[in-house]
């Protein structure tokens, strides 16, 4: 199973950024994703998931700007991000859960003030 995310950056606050991670290897369909992210000095934390059925949730924060999808035809999970805060700049991890936990490669979003 890999999973490959893509799409941080460097966004002003305000702004917007699309993550995207694309998973091989494994019935996405019936797969729980997630977001997680890690600030710098803080624990992982979630961020917001998908269940196989399109059940979303979202960690307080972020309800409201932050939006979670998928496309089970192209294996790939979307976050919409959007109104971003300072305080949103991490490193942004996909998660696949299938039995066990598998996760991508962290793509950094910095959002400056």
């Known amino acids: 199973v890999q999973l490959q995310a893509s799409g941080g950056g460097l966004v002003q606050a305000g702004g917007s950024l699309r993550l995207s991670c694309a998973a091989s290897?494994?019935?996405?369909?019936?797969?729980?994703m997630g977001w997680y992210r890690q600030a710098p000095g803080k624990q992982r934390e979630s961020v917001a998931s998908?269940?196989?059925?399109?059940?979303?949730n979202y960690e307080d924060s972020v309800k409201g700007r932050f939006a979670i999808s998928k496309d089970n035809a192209k294996n790939t999970v979307y976050l919409q991000m959007n109104s971003l805060k300072p305080e949103d700049t991490a490193v942004y991890y996909c998660?696949?859960?299938?039995?066990?936990?598998?996760w991508g490669q962290g793509t950094q979003v910095t959002v400056s003030s």
């Open positions: 998660m696949l859960t299938s039995g066990r936990e598998y």
């Open positions: 290897g494994i019935i996405f369909s019936r797969s729980v």
């Open positions: 998908i269940t196989s059925g399109g059940i979303t």
